[in-house]
């Protein structure tokens, strides 16, 4: 079992930078892969990035490609989502989720999700 906690949101303005991070417990960290979310006002929640247990492979969705960048620290148990160049459309509620299985695509099965933080980008 996996227990995951998000922190580093916030209020930004457009083209700011906020780096999030997520702190997992539990289940020996370097054996999964870890994944971020988004659920903004109104739509469904959507896979933001995703990479393997050792950070080799990443996975983004199209719309934050060049922008946010996934990474983890398997020393520390913690993976960040470092966002750059932030949009009023990137506002939503973002949350890490743990892929004990796969290798943290956009298909896998995401469990065990942390509380969420949220990230406000004011225009």
């Known amino acids: 079992q996996v227990q995951l906690v998000e922190s580093g949101g916030g209020l930004v303005q457009a083209g700011g930078s906020l780096r999030l991070s997520c702190a997992a417990s539990g289940r020996t960290f370097s054996s999964y892969a870890m994944g971020w979310f988004r659920r903004a006002p109104g739509k469904e929640r959507e896979f933001v990035a995703g990479?393997?247990?050792?950070?080799?492979?990443?996975y983004y969705t199209d719309s934050i490609k060049g922008r946010f960048t996934i990474s983890r620290d398997n020393a520390k148990n913690t993976v960040y989502l470092q966002m750059n160049s932030l949009k009023p459309e990137d506002t939503a509620v973002y949350y890490c989720a743990a892929d004990l299985w796969g290798v943290g695509a956009a298909g896998s099965s995401f469990g065990s999700w942390g509380q969420g933080t949220q990230v406000t980008v004011s225009s």
């Open positions: 990479i393997d247990w050792s950070g080799t492979s990443k």
